[in-house]
């Protein structure tokens, strides 16, 4: 359809034209190529205009009437689908497509029933007969399930989990040994935290964008309307009634599309550690927003930055610290407890993660080798929820991790393997003998602080990094617990035997009642041990031999 013909279609169409979002206040022309989905939201559209005008009209229609009920991203995703769907709009010819889908078939039909179905005011009449051609079709759980065991996008395996955890430990270590207010080390910081805050509450990125600072409250204090001001609410900038410092968080639901319209009905717990990173992360925001403010000749006063603090995004776009205001009151003017302004996208807060890891972090997976593991929230809700599963807790307890229903969880109950993602005795091996190559044990031992010892003063082996144990939170105690660690080089002479068998006792008693996780420690300690000595002796006979 060319610019004339379109000319011509708008001209003559005379049916409602202006369509709502989803998101309250949000507005398109159903002949835009650009529809606002919300703050930062765009649906580009352009691509329709190749289609006849028939067929432009009409899931163009489809679209604008089904918008409404869906967010951002799923709308987006459907449209996706759509315009592979647009290659085989005749019946006949999807049919013989849909023949040859394997694990496409669920998005498609998806995409199908929400641009069919989902709305009452208008009936495509191009995509429901090809909805009513697949939609008795049983595709039944087995793709589910093969997602959540897939080696790339599916649940993390036991050594991806605590190379990935380990690898965030270290960088956030990294990241608070730097002069923090700048653009390049705030930004760092930032993208560190939304990590850690990720793995703790397990909730996705849409969710995490939505928080400002007034979601945060000291354990004790309980959390008011998130639609006004909380006077009562204090800055995090000091410890007041311990030296352990706790701190609860509220979140909202995700998948609506609103912003900040639905509170989940019970707030997280956050742990000493975390809560400590983020009181940290408090006072950095804080000297760095005064600071860029500073440079337009605004001061603020210590009420006027706790009011204002409260209304900021806990992540937010560094459009924040680089716009320009007249006054003061132009900036209070542009932030309020329900406004979008300044908060990073879902989008952004994606890719800063995993630029974070592809980029920064070479964290290694026994799995794949070719390149760095990314920390991605699907494979992190996948990894948490199988773990749960494996444990035996209820399904109430499991859609509660992740703040699901427990129909959503009930592909993870599938999975009866008692150790669905077992460790690769070939990895372990080569990552052991790893150590023993690249580092001399003779520099190590030049440093007193890189020694590990035994209680009875026995060297054991040695520390690639000393910081990088300084917050080690290990099962299992030093030296034993120091096996499984890239950052541990083992020495050759000495008797790693005696720790075996303390292993081997220890599973044995914890095998009866103990903690699951506990007992899946205690097990990758002993595989790393016995990699540990077959191959200190395999190097003491080549040596004899040579």
């Not at 309250?24 to 006849?52: P, Q, R």
């Not at 080390?185 to 560190?192: A, I, L, Y």
């Not at 000393?466 to 096996?483: D, E, F």
């Not at 914890?510 to 191959?535: E, W």
Request: glycine share 4%.
């Amino acid at each position: 359809m060319n610019k004339t013909e379109l000319k011509k279609l708008k001209s003559s169409y005379t049916g409602k034209r202006t369509f709502q979002s989803k998101e309250e206040g949000y507005e398109f022309d159903v002949f835009s190529d650009e529809w606002s989905m919300g703050y930062k939201k765009t649906l580009y559209l352009e691509w329709m205009s190749k289609l006849e005008k028939d067929v432009f009209l009409d899931l163009r229609l489809t679209i604008a009437h089904t918008a409404k009920y869906y967010a951002y991203n799923s709308i987006n995703g459907f449209i996706s689908t759509l315009k592979t769907i647009c290659d085989y709009l005749d019946p006949a010819t999807f049919e013989a497509w849909w023949l040859t889908l394997t694990v496409y078939k669920k998005g498609v039909r998806n995409a199908l029933f929400a641009l069919c179905k989902r709305s009452n005011g208008y009936n495509s009449h191009l995509l429901t007969p090809l909805y009513n051609i697949v939609k008795d079709d049983n595709l039944g759980r087995k793709g589910a399930l093969k997602g959540i065991l897939d080696e790339t996008t599916g649940a993390y395996s036991e050594i991806e989990r605590d190379n990935l955890l380990e690898a965030l430990r270290i960088e956030t270590l990294n990241a608070l040994d730097k002069e923090l207010v700048t653009t390049k080390p705030f930004t760092r910081f930032r993208n560190v935290l939304g990590s850690q805050l990720m793995v703790a509450i397990t909730r996705r990125p849409t969710q995490l964008v939505k928080i400002k600072w007034c979601d945060l409250l000291r354990v004790g204090q309980a959390f008011k309307s998130h639609k006004e001001s909380n006077r009562d609410w204090q800055p995090l900038t000091q410890h007041h009634f311990s030296d352990v410092e706790q701190l609860h968080l509220r979140t909202f639901k995700g998948k609506e599309g609103t912003f900040r319209t639905n509170a989940e009905s019970r707030s997280h717990r956050l742990e000493p550690d975390l809560s400590e990173l983020l009181l940290q992360y408090y006072q950095v925001y804080e000297s760095y927003l005064c600071g860029s403010l500073s440079q337009y000749d605004i001061t603020l006063s210590e009420s006027e930055i706790k009011e204002l603090m409260q209304r900021l995004p806990l992540f937010p776009d560094q459009s924040l610290f680089s716009a320009k205001f007249d006054t003061k009151e132009n900036f209070f003017q542009s932030v309020s407890d329900t406004s979008e302004s300044f908060h990073l996208s879902a989008v952004s807060f994606a890719q800063n993660i995993t630029y974070l890891f592809n980029k920064k972090l070479n964290v290694k997976s026994d799995r794949i080798t070719h390149k760095p593991l990314t920390f991605k929230n699907n494979r992190w809700r996948h990894t948490q929820l199988t773990l749960a599963a494996w444990m035996g807790l209820s399904p109430a307890k499991i859609a509660a991790i992740t703040g699901v229903t427990v129909e959503a969880i009930l592909p993870y109950l599938d999975l009866k393997t008692p150790e669905r993602v077992k460790i690769d005795e070939a990895f372990a091996g080569n990552s052991v003998i790893q150590r023993f190559d690249s580092t001399s044990s003779e520099k190590l031992q030049q440093h007193p602080n890189f020694k590990i010892k035994s209680p009875f003063d026995e060297e054991m082996g040695h520390k690639l990094n000393p910081a990088n144990c300084s917050s080690c939170q290990s099962k299992g105690a030093a030296p034993m617990g120091c096996y499984p660690c890239d950052n541990f080089r083992p020495l050759e002479t000495a008797n790693h035997q005696q720790y075996l068998d303390k292993a081997e006792r220890k599973l044995a008693i914890n095998s009866q009642s103990g903690h699951p996780a506990t007992v899946k420690r205690l097990r990758t300690i002993i595989l790393y041990i016995r990699v540990t000595i077959a191959v200190c002796e395999e190097r003491k006979t080549i040596k004899v031999g040579g």
